[in-house]
């Protein structure tokens, strides 16, 4: 996969107009189309599940990349592949047998990550780093979009990247919130592959033209 990625998280899409905004990333210079599904259990917040990603299904022309921020991620991997997830990310923090997890969805063919909360230290993936095919590092604590961006961030791509190479893993690195055009080109600078942005796409006055500045 090449990298410097983008990302838009439906999360800040009007979802009065999902087909809409998903075309809109259809015809960007986007990479990737970013669904967030949370259950209020593990984060203190609820999105959407199964009946959005029909819809993402439907209309989607990009890479579906699902980040699970749920408990028992196991339990619905398999649902969200069948509905068309190309990437599902689980929480280490989640995920009793992160192991199990990961090849499982990469037995239904899609591709598998582990995610990482803010104050998660990177080593915790020394045993699993070889197996996954992409980190995402959390840059706020999950749960809402429009949060101020951690700077301790940099730090630990910094750490995912080492760990990556001295493991020949082929992982890639995702960051997920407060992205914006300010810090973008410094994130893919730092180490970054994938960078997923939400409020910084949907709330611009032009979110195609915005999607390629985050590109610059």
Known sequence: MKTKL???????????????????INNSQADWLHVD??????????????????????????FVDVHLMIVEPEKYVEEFINQGADLV???????THL???????????????????????????????ADVDLVLLMSVNPGFGGQKFIEN??????????LILSNNSTA???IDGGINIDNAAKLFEAGADVLVAGNAVFSAENPERTIELLKI
């Open 172 to 174: 890639l690195i995702e």
């Open 37 to 62: 599904v949370m259950d209020g259990r593990f984060v203190p917040n609820i999105s959407f599940g199964f009946p959005v990603m029909k819809t993402v299904q439907q209309h989607a022309k990009k």
């Open 99 to 129: 192991h199990r997890t990961i090849h499982h969805i990469q037995s239904l063919g899609a591709k598998a990550g582990v995610v990482l909360n803010p104050s998660t230290p990177v080593l915790m993936l020394e045993d699993i780093i």
């Open 153 to 162: 961030t940099y730090k630990k791509i910094a750490e995912t990247k080492d």
């Open 89 to 95: 990310s689980v929480h280490y923090e989640a995920c």
């Open 6 to 24: 983008i990302a838009p998280s439906l999360l800040a899409a009007d979802f009065g107009n999902l087909q809409r905004d998903i075309e809109m």
